[in-house]
């Protein structure tokens, strides 16, 4: 049986750039209507927060909306706040057309996305600081010392997430897939609930 809404989409997008082979599709677990940990809020951080953030921002909500059993308008409800801004981000900016395009691929929206920069708020009300890079983890400590949980690697230790900016739209693509992948190995651990196959 297909999986259904988002996680579907996520399917056939891995199956279609797969060539038709879904040996390798992404396959969520069911969703999880349980409680997360009180007050979980993740703020992903890149360089001008138009590419590589948002789109970690709009996957990462609508996959902690299917493990949830919710919509991502209802995250805050449950306790879960995802955010993303950039160390040298301009206020106000769109995000990039591609971004855009491939969020809207696997379902997610990018469309009212303006870009911000990091402040001290923004880090004092994260659980979590996810850095697509190692540079983005140094200039945050460098400007903000002290200030909200340490910088994590979204990557972990394959290190840095590179930047499509000024690739064409598979080079989005190739990131989001990056994305999606490490996101399914941390979420549930970040959401406290089981991970895909976990008895």
Avoid: Q
């Avoid at 969520?28 to 590589?52: K, Q």
């Avoid at 979590?128 to 983890?137: E, G, K, L, P, S």
């Avoid at 200030?147 to 499509?164: R, T």
């Amino acid at each position: 049986m297909f999986p259904t809404g988002f996680v579907h989409k996520l399917y056939l997008y891995r199956r279609a750039r797969a060539g038709g082979d879904s040996g390798n599709a992404f396959m969520p677990a069911d969703p999880i209507p349980e409680a997360v940990p009180s007050g979980t809020s993740i703020l992903f951080v890149c360089t001008g927060n138009t590419c590589r953030s948002p789109l970690a921002e709009a996957l990462c909500r609508r996959l902690a909306a299917d493990r949830l059993g919710c919509t991502p308008d209802e995250l805050a409800a449950r306790g879960v706040v995802i955010r993303s801004a950039g160390v040298a981000a301009m206020p106000g900016d769109e995000a990039a057309g591609l971004a855009v395009e491939v969020a809207r691929e696997l379902g997610a929206d990018l469309t009212d996305h303006r870009s911000r920069p990091v402040n001290p708020e923004l880090l004092a009300d994260a659980t979590r600081v996810v850095a697509m890079t190692r540079m983005h983890a140094i200039a945050l400590a460098m400007h903000f010392p002290g200030l909200g949980p340490v910088p994590e690697l979204l990557c972990g230790p394959e290190g840095d997430l590179d930047d499509p900016l000024g690739g064409d739209l598979d080079v989005y693509r190739d990131c989001a897939e990056v994305i999606l992948r490490h996101l399914g190995r941390v979420l549930p651990e970040w959401l406290g609930t089981p991970r895909s196959g976990a008895a």
